[in-house]
Structures are given as C-alpha cells and as structure tokens.
C-alpha cells in the first residue's frame, strides 16, 4: 500500500537521482480517487428533509435573494422571477426544475488527464487549504503576511501528496505581489508546479478570463476543446445572508458559460450571517446556493454544480467563528442529506479555529473532516494546512492533515474489513493454536506489508526510542517532513513549447496592465 | 448547556467559596447518560456477519481455548464441553444458547445512586484511563513510574469531570505501594474521591473479595442487597491466542456468582496475536470473549455481560502496537455489529500510541473514540488520560480527551438537529433580509446562551488575542486546567461511619497481610 515515490515525477532514469529520492522521500499512498463505502450518518429524518426544503424554498419565495450584478439580475427577470429592486423571489417549481438540470456527477480533467476526478458518486476528494491571508511555520515562529515564496511552497506540498487531489484557491494569499497581476504569477506557479486540477477566483472579468486561458493553454488545448468538457472549477461564496454580489456571480456565469464547473458556498455562520439555530442556517445555505445554481442551470443547462456547505457556528463569547464543533458536524451531515435530496454533488470543509498545529488543531480538524466522510462529501476543501479558521496558513498542519487524510483514505478500502475465508483465516488461527504468535507464520508472510496503513508521521515507536530519537513533537516532525519534500521536490513535466506560451500569456497580460485594482 | 460547577461537590452556602469556586472552576457540561442517536457504521454486510460469526463458532468447535483454571474446566466439562488437556472445544449450540442468557441491557448502581448507569441500549458511557505502569506530565517533563499521589489525581479527575461516567481500573499503578496492599489503598481513595462506577482486578481471589466487599461497606449495603443488582464490573482479558488464564477467570466467575458486571476484552493484534486479517482478528476475539461469557451464564444465567473489542493491528515494521489507526476504526465497527449479532453490549476503548500530548495523540484518540460511536459501543474505556499505547497516564491528555468527550456528548443532542418551525426559524430570516445580521435579533437572543456547544479547554481566540495571552499551546493550556482542577477539588460527601468501616477494613485487611504476591 505504502510506495516511496511522489506522483508527477519526471521518470527515472538517473540512478543516482532515484537513489537520493528513496532515503529523502516518505513513503506515501499511491494516487487514487477514493470511493467512500460508508452508509451516510443521516440526522434528520423524512420530516426533516422536507421542513428544511421548505424552509429554503420558501427563503427564495417569501423573502428572496439580493442580486447585486444587473446582468444576473436580467436573467432572472427573463426566466419569470419576481424582482423587487435587487431582490429576486423565485417559485419552488422554476427552482426545482433548473436543479433538476445539474448532473449529479462528472469530470474534471486537468493538464494532465491522468489527474482527472470524477465528482459525485462515492468519490470522495480532498484539495489544499485556499486563501488565508497569512502564513505561520514553526521555522518563523509568529503570524506574517503570506508571501509568493510561500505560496510556491504550499503548491508543491499540493503536488506531492497524493492524498489531496485538486489544487484550491491560493493556498497562501501571495501580498507582495501586486493584486493587479497576483492570479498571472500565482496560476502560472500553480500551473507549472501542479498538474492537478485548478480552481479560478471569481473576482472581476479578467482574473477569470485570465485563468481560464492559462488553463486552456497549458492542456495544450484549442478553444473549442477547452469548452467541450470541465476543466477547471471556481467556488463563490454568497454574501450571507441572502446576497449574492457582483463579481461573483459574474465569474460564476462566466464559467458556466463555458461548461466550467461551478461550486457555491455560502458561508452561514450560525448566529451571525444565519440563524443560531442549526436547520434555520442550514435551509438558508441551502436557499443561497440553490439560487445561484438556478441561474447556471438556466445559463446553460447541465453545466456541473456543487453545492458547498460553510455551515459553522461563531463563539457567543466573542462572535468568533468556531470551526470543527458538534454544531458544524451535523450541520455538514444534514447538507449531505440535502444535497441527495436535490441530487447535487456536496463540497464540504476540512477546518479548525487553532492558532497552531496542535492538539486542538488536530481534534477539530479531524471532527470536520470524519463529518465530511459522514456527509457523503464529494470535495473537500481546505483538507490540508488551514488554522485560525482559515486566516493562517501552515505547512506543518498541511503535512499533519495529509497524514489523516492518508487513514480515511486507507479506512475507505473495503479490504480493510473482507471477510473471504483467507480473512477470517480459520487454517492460521488452527496453526498457532492456543499458544505461540502469528508473526511468523506463512500466512503473515504473505500479507504484512500491505496489511496495515503505514504512517509517514505518526511515531509509533514507545517512549524510550522516540526520547532516544530526540523526543519530537508531532508539529515538529511534521516541518522537518515539509522541508525534506521541498528538498526533494521536482515540478511535473510540461511541454516546452506550452511553457513557452503560457509565459509568453504572463508576459503580455502583466503588460496590458493584468486585472483593474481599486486601491 | 455549560454549566459552572462541578458535580457531587457539598452543597453551597459557603458564598465566599462559590464564588472562588466561580473563579477557579471550569464550565463543563452537566452530569448525563448520552444516547446515541446515530445509526450505526456497518462495514458488514449480511454475508459478511455470518462469516465472522462462523469463524468464530469454528474456533471454538474445532481449534477450542485453553482454559488455566482447574474449577472452569469442571463446569465446562460438566455444561458438555469437549475437554482435551486444558483445552476446552464447545458447539455453537451451547455458546449460543448460554449467550441468549445474558441480558442485553443491565444497570450498575454505585454507592451514590444518582450515578447509576445503564449499560446497553442507545446509552455511551465513558471511563478514565486504566493501569497504565507510568506516568507522565508537563511539569515532570519525561516518563515515571507511577505514584499514589498521581493515582488520586487522576482519580480526582475522574471524579469532576461530568463526561465521565464510571472509574475505571487504576488509572495509573501506583508501584509506590506494595502489590500485596495496593488494592486496599488504591480502592480506598478510589471509593472516598469518587462516588462513580468501579471497577474490581481480577487478580486473584483476595482481591476481588476485598474489592467487591468494599463497594458493599461504601455503599452501606447488606451482603443481600449487594447482591441484589450489579454495583461495580471487573474487566477480564484473555491471553491471545485462545487463553484464559487463572486469575482472570476466577475473579470472573467470583464476579458473576455474586450477579456483578463481567467484561471480557480479548486484546488481539492483528499479526501478533491474531491473524494480519482484521476480519480473523475479530473472529478470534469473539471467540476468545463469547467462550468467556458462555461460561459465565452457565454459573450464573443473566448475569450481565459485556463483550469488548481490543483488536488493533501491530506496526509491521516494529511489532509495535498501533492504536486508532483505520484497521483500529473499522474492527471496532465490526465487532459492534457482532456485538448486536449476539444482543451483548459492547466495550471498546479511547487510545492511541502517541507518546506525549500532541497533534498525533489527538487525531489517533479522535479517530478511536468517534469508532466508538459509529459501532453502538456503550462501555468506551480509556477515554481520558491513555498514552503510548496505555503505558503512560497524563493529566494533560485527560483534560484534552475531556473536550472531545464533551464534544461527542453534545453531538449526541438531538437538539443540535432539530427542525420545529422555531428551528428553520423563517421569521427571524424573513427579520433580518438582505442585509444586517443576526446577533441582535429576539431569535438568537433567546437562544444563544445555549445553542452552541461552549468548550473548557479549546481556545477559539483569533491569532493576535492567543498570542497577547501567552501564545499558549493546547497541552500547556490542559496542564493548567489540571492544576485548576487539583485546586479546588473536593470529595463526594460520605457518611462518616461508612467512612470509619471502609478505613478499619483496609486497615484490618492490610494488618493480615493483603492479598498473596509472588515475589
């Protein structure tokens, strides 16, 4: 199960290179596309689902959405929606109907097709952390503003684990490069770097243009050839609660234009953008992501949607988001049975409000990412190197993520729990009989190298040996591991002639002055 | 939901010491017996129940266990079991038979009623940590050999943590006090710091009489209404593979005579001492316990039982044991299922093979306590406190396991997922629109106080304010919570001739020498 090699890798060859890689290198899990097994944990019963049907139904028909984009707002006009002002009412049937037109499942296929993930079914994927503004590694020590480098380093932790499939939003928010030209320097990192999936901000006509063609050139793709199927994927956030804005909505229908995919999520906080109680904020996610997917769906019907679900809670304290929390569990648990109902592929988080990667980190961590599991969660955003509820990035927490990521991975194998007579093995029990061990016998032989999930950071040795081995602390294993994959890394082949290009794209967008800033 | 105060402390009218106590105190959950309400995970499928389930009916049939204590094998021999040397081969239709007998649900009553506990049915129950030989924590730094004074410590955390509902064995062994006498003192503190559950060794005959007449005397019970209903358990683990020792199965059948709580938990890792196939570690588990059981309701019919999982997998590169791992996760689920199979309540455990209390210890633990809840366990031993694989007790990882008890426990509430029309809450959306928010409105007011789960441990301050208090990280933070703790501590009342009975036992106990020791 456990194989000493990264994926994406130029091939061998160079004995001396392969050599140097297996003592740097972790033994990771192979690439694959995990199909999760687990029957759903379903909170709410029938009544349930339908109350909270309702309740987002009639949000989109009694109250309505704010459209803050007029040529949204023309589209809705033209589909038969009442508009008041900026506020859009729409009837449960139109909504239904254009719901009705999103498939339940399809490909994204990026530069390099073997790299392509199917969302929806029982595949169950996990992407990078996106957008936190700043950066905190154990090296540094403190908060600071996150930087291109960083960004570049966060990418390549995002290219190397296997266990996260798509690249996110920027990993770090890169501040020193000027916001203007920001998404060239980064998608071109990204693009060059990675050869997984990538994700477009829906922020302003150009930046989304922009990275459409970056992505369009580095497949080596015409046009039409682009559009012919997913390519890529933005995620926009409603402005809870009940608004959609401008730029957002613009890039959304842009990509559906396209035959993109579009993923929403509205980021309802309980108590604060939604209501305290847990179904209320969950039907008014609901309302706002099934509004925008109407509007896809009635732009250019089948395009892919996924409706993502932000559904946390904040600290009655202080108003502070808290992340990973019971309350955030089965909100992400009842999105799950609603986007079955509506029969949508589900994103979901993974997320915690730690400071640092430590064991509050990791216990809120691993609650969002289990309830992500339960959901039915066909993308998981966020999965490696988030804290302070998104507002840091960390390369310790991404390499400690992907560590759990690894054992939901290996937990979904149905291998784990077969029951063929070799499992039960009756002739091995019978073979030791009542005294003596296993470890010896043929039928431990055979199989104790793919047995069991091998960690690269859990330390399982006892206490003696790991004090003897410095008595590291997981955070602190978990940088030296970051720095060995740096040390090691080597960005996936692209051709000549389309690195050419894409930079050749760079060059001249950053001289027409790349994307309008307003500051 | 939170509440400050601590539970089975004297009652107030001392104002001056509520209000330190107000102070000092943590706001914990109140004292309950959760129901877990979520559909069990079932890796299992029909075809795959009967294959365990054969295998393990096989081994007892075919293969047989040996059986080290001379009176077992007579009533073994005399229930019809085929007895060849020491070993013991029965039928399924015995087993089954003698299963059928224990009750599915029971109640333990200890000395201060209002903690009874039901164990079956949908009730989770959680215990402190148990035997570990050592100890370790932030202020010691590096691991010990355990002490008294660190057994009543974590006992007095047993004591006032509300999320735990039953003592378990000694929550760290106490090598300060000679073998011969350290039940008597360890039970002492045990019965005069706590008034929850506990738990009797079964380790040899004088032990488990001096125990079980301590609970009497603690709970000023006659011999007869000791008797009268189960008041405490042992927890007995064979010696995989295939073996029950002397001592276990004679406190065992000690037990069960007097109508006490048996538990039975086969510690079988996979590769070790079961087969590398976690299926044929299962099997070989519930062989191991159901011979157990079997013969426990042939001594006694109804006499309740409880069938435990402990079935993990060895580090194959080290023989190490591994705990909390995904082959951990879904034996536990497994097992569950067999559990219901046979209509037994289950026992699993909280652990993990961290060495200290980092990120590592708080996913392995996460990932074995939410394998808990998803197999339908009502007993989860080691909840609080467990490292290095149950070679190390720490007060800071009780505190720390203490948060995501609660957390568990407030995931259980059927509350968080309610969908009455106060719940989808319309009106308070229809109230705020478009715009504003939600802090201010008469909905969240009402509710705010108790919508959301409030942690004691978790630090859910942004970056700047975590930093302006310390920078404190989580086990640091549970250091303190400890000491806290210690400081304003106090016992459970006891009546004071109860209290003078139970010391001139001990004493009287301790003066003809304790129990017998071997070296």
Redesign the interface.
């Known amino acids: 199960m456990a194989r000493r090699s990264g994926p994406g890798r130029r091939g061998g060859g160079r004995a001396g290179n392969v050599e140097r890689r297996a003592i740097a290198g972790i033994a990771q899990m192979p690439w694959r596309l995990p199909q999760n ?3 759903p ?4 019963d029938g ?2 689902i339908e ?2 049907h ?2 987002a139904m ?2 989109l028909e ?5 459209i803050l984009n007029a040529e949204a707002l023309e589209i809705y006009r033209e589909a038969g929606c009442l508009i008041d002002g900026n ?1 859009v009412r729409m009837g449960r049937d139109f909504v239904m109907e254009m719901v009705g037109k999103a498939p339940d499942r399809f490909t994204l296929t990026p530069r390099n097709p073997d790299r392509a993930i199917e969302i929806g079914g029982r595949t169950i994927l996990f992407g990078n952390v996106s957008s936190p503004p ?1 950066y ?1 590694d154990m090296e540094i020590g ?2 600071v503003s996150g930087t291109r480098e960083q960004c570049r380093n966060l990418l390549k932790l995002t290219q190397y684990f296997n266990c996260i499939h798509f690249a996110g939003g920027y990993p770090v928010e890169p501040v020193d490069i000027h916001a203007g030209i920001r998404h060239l320097d980064v998608l071109h990192d990204k693009l060059t770097l990675c050869d997984k999936v990538v994700h477009a901000y829906s922020l302003g006509a150009e930046r989304v243009e922009d990275v459409m063609e970056m992505v369009r050139i580095a497949g080596g793709l015409s046009h039409e050839d682009f559009e012919a199927m997913p390519r890529m994927y933005t995620n926009i956030n409603s402005t809870s ?3 959609h804005d401008e730029p957002m909505l613009d890039g959304w229908m842009r990509m559906a234009r396209r035959g993109q995919a579009c993923v929403v999520t509205p980021f309802t906080l ?11 904020a969950v ?2 996610s609901l309302a706002e992501g099934l509004s925008a997917i109407a509007l896809a769906q009635y732009i250019r019907p089948g395009c892919p949607c996924v409706i993502g679900t932000f559904t946390s ?8 988001p ?1 992340f990973g ?3 955030y ?2 909100a992400t ?2 999105t799950g049975q609603m986007a079955r109902f509506y029969g949508l592929p589900l994103r979901a988080s993974g997320v915690c ?15 969002s990412l ?1 309830s992500a599991v339960q959901s039915g969660t066909h993308m998981v955003y966020h999965a490696a190197g988030w804290l ?2 998104g ?2 990035a960390s390369p310790e927490k991404f390499v ?1 993520d992907c ?2 990521l690894q ?2 991975q ?2 979904l ?2 291998e ?11 002739d ?3 073979e ?8 010896g016998i043929q ?2 032989q055979d ?3 793919t ?4 960690p690269f ?8 040996a ?2 003897l081995a410095g ?1 590291v ?3 602190e294993r ?1 940088h030296r591991t970051f720095k060995e994959i740096l040390a090691e890394f080597e960005a996936p082949p692209m051709d000549a002639a389309i690195a050419e290009e894409l930079a050749a794209f760079v060059a001249r967008r950053k001289r027409e002055g790349g994307a309008p800033t307003d500051f």
């Open positions: 097994c687990d029957r944990t379903e909170p709410l009544d349930g109350a909270i309702d309740g009639r949000i009694e109250i309505g959405i704010a506020v700043n905190w403190r908060k609660p009940l608004k309980a108590g604060a953008m939604a209501p305290v109680t847990m179904a209320g039907a008014q809670n904040v600290d009655m304290k202080s108003g502070a808290a929390t019971p309350e569990m089965r648990q009842m409000a730690a400071n640092v990667p430590d064991g509050q980190a990791m216990w809120e961590t691993s609650n289990w302070e509820g507002l840091i400690m560590e759990v054992q939901i290996r937990y194998e149905p784990v729990f077969a029951t063929r007579p070799e499992n039960i093995a009756l091995a029990i019978a030791v009989g009542q005294s003596g061990h296993f470890f039928h431990t199989r104790y190298e047995a069991f999930y091998q950071l859990s330390d399982w040795k006892n206490y003696e790991w004090e008595g602390w997981t955070a978990a």
